[in-house]
């Protein structure tokens, strides 16, 4: 491929230069917010291999993409996913490759995982209690997950952090308990506002619980939270420090507060479409290229397509707002 000198930059400026590949559209649980409890997975046929999403990163690291975040469905469930990251790792422009993961895999593979090239882990914890993990999951796995996040602690992983999603009516409880086992654990928490991406599609907005509401829960036990400087204004999250030194904390609010005016994010799904947005309707066919042994600059093109189609914003607070056909775990969160 020619290496192109002009980057992913769409109509607004946002340069993309963060990508997010799903590795796979299946998991071990089956959280409400995001996938079915009857699921048809795709045929495994359907997924990119590990050669194809390669050849795909290598097309978009041509054009400034430089940051990877593996996720799916959940990416541990996906055979040899070490294999993967050991080979995403050695593509000379990469230099930041992290995993969004549920968890219950975690201890047994962190150390491959590390070992392989990855250097940050999301873990997702939306609670510490049983009832809540199995209320929002619908199986059992919340010791698993506490499990996986002490050896990845163990193993020094270059940043680990907690991502919970907050639910009205569900995990008002597990604000104070979250916030306290991060202190105390000494790891970034960040609330994750429930969006409009559940596969069976009964998400209300009086279930967003907001930013700001879970803010005020935090701030009214552990005294105040300050604005934390803002390394790079891409970043989904809105970022505070406890005033008495202990942690971290971060608010993603796609609900309350949209941040697409910064959003350097794309992403391309186990079967190989790309999408410029998680609330995207349309999709470009990245397999289809491979497949046929298309050439890079064929790549480049849909890259550079779906960069430029890209809107402002995701809308979920318009009337004309449409939610995408694919749920979640189809896209890769
Ligand atoms: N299985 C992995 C996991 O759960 O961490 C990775 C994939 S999951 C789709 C990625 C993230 O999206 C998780 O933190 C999950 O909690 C979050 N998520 C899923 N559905 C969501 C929704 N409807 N609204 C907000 N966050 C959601
Ligand atoms: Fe699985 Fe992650 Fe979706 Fe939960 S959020 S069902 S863990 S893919």
């Not at 002009?6 to 340069?15: C, E, K």
Request: aromatic share 6%; glycine share 8%; charged share 25%.
């Amino acid at each position: 491929m020619s290496r192109s000198p002009i980057p992913l930059v769409d109509s607004l400026g946002r340069r993309h230069n963060n990508l997010r590949i799903s590795v796979t559209d299946r998991c071990n649980i089956r959280c409400f917010y995001c996938m079915p409890e009857q699921v048809q997975f795709l045929p495994r046929a359907e997924l990119l291999t590990f050669e194809e999403i390669v050849r795909f990163v290598r097309a978009a690291a041509a054009l400034g993409v430089n940051k990877l975040r593996l996720t799916g469905g959940e990416p541990l469930v996906r055979a040899h996913l070490s294999e993967l990251i050991r080979q995403l790792a050695d593509i000379p422009e990469i230099n930041d490759i992290a995993l969004t993961t549920n968890g219950v895999l975690l201890a047994e593979q962190a150390a491959d995982l590390k070992e392989a090239g990855l250097q940050r882990l999301n873990i997702s914890l939306d609670g510490l209690r049983e009832e809540t993990f199995q209320r929002i999951a619908r199986r059992e796995g919340l010791q698993r997950v506490l499990e996986g996040i002490q050896v990845a602690q163990q193993l020094g992983f270059e940043k680990i952090r907690l991502n919970a999603v907050a639910i009205a009516g569900i995990t008002e409880e597990e604000i104070v308990p979250l916030g306290e086992f991060a202190r105390h654990q000494q790891l970034e928490l960040r609330f994750i506002e429930f969006m409009p991406l559940d596969a069976e599609g009964n998400w209300q907005q009086d279930q967003v619980l907001s930013g700001a509401t879970i803010r005020g829960c935090l701030e009214k036990e552990f005294g105040a939270l300050v604005p934390a400087n803002r390394k790079d204004a891409s970043q989904p999250a809105v970022d505070y420090v406890f005033a008495d030194g202990g942690g971290r904390i971060g608010f993603i609010n796609p609900v309350t507060q949209p941040f697409c005016s910064d959003c350097n994010r794309l992403r391309i799904t186990a079967e190989g479409k790309i999408r410029n947005c998680l609330f995207s309707t349309t999709e470009w066919d990245a397999r289809e290229v491979i497949r046929r042994g298309g050439e890079d600059h064929e790549l480049e093109a849909l890259l550079r397509d779906c960069i430029a189609a890209k809107k402002p914003g995701h809308g979920i607070d318009s009337d004309e707002f449409v939610r995408p056909q694919r749920a979640m775990y189809e896209i890769g969160g």
